[in-house]
């Protein structure tokens, strides 16, 4: 074979090699290969956790009643004014008093049960709970406003960016 042919054959392979790598570099491309992050604000929402509260309170309660119409009160404070009564007067004025006496101490022995049964408490301690809510607040992404070439614009991304974004296709990338 030709010494001049096999060299002339070397160097257009060499040339065809060159301009392929030369090619694949995009020399021509002049797209800007980061986007600028001009502003990045966090965004975040509010997160409501529920717990139960509880707490002891004291709880007075009225004691059951036997003698609603408290008629031992008034039996037992009509026969002590009907005594009272007895030992005022004599004759006739003695029995008017005797009346007079065990109808003043039946309504006073109604009246004294009545106070005595309305005094009648007791006290418990009762659980009483109720759900509250705590709020905290959660970063679930970020605003960021970047600038590429003579534009800018503003997109959400999921983590904080850095100071640049790569872009690829004129696409940003993001995760």
């Known amino acids: 074979m030709n010494k001049s042919l096999v060299t002339g054959l070397v160097i257009g392979a060499a040339v065809v090699t060159a301009g392929a790598a030369i090619g694949g570099l995009n020399v ?3 797209k800007p290969k980061y986007a600028e992050v001009i502003d990045v604000d966090p965004v975040s929402e509010t997160i409501r956790t529920p717990r139960q509260v ?3 309170e ?4 009225q004691k059951p009643v036997k003698d609603e119409k408290r008629i ?9 004014g009907g005594v009272l009564g007895s ?3 004599s004759g006739s004025g003695r029995d008017a008093a005797t009346v007079a006496g065990a109808a003043a101490g039946g309504y006073a022995g109604n009246k004294v049960q009545k106070k005595v049964q309305e ?3 007791y006290q418990t301690t009762e659980t009483h709970c109720e759900t509250v809510y705590d709020s905290s607040e959660k970063v ?3 605003d960021v406003k970047y600038r590429l070439g003579d534009e800018t614009g503003t997109i959400r991304t999921k983590d904080k960016p850095a100071d640049r974004i790569p872009v690829v296709d004129g696409e940003l990338v993001v995760n």
Do not use: L, M, P
């Open 58 to 61: 004291t709880v007075t309660h």
């Open 119 to 121: 005094n009648g408490t």
């Open 72 to 80: 031992t009160g008034s039996v037992i404070g009509a026969v002590v």
């Open 140 to 142: 679930i992404g970020y």
């Open 54 to 56: 509880c707490n002891d």
């Open 28 to 30: 021509f491309d002049r």
């Open 87 to 89: 030992q005022v007067g």
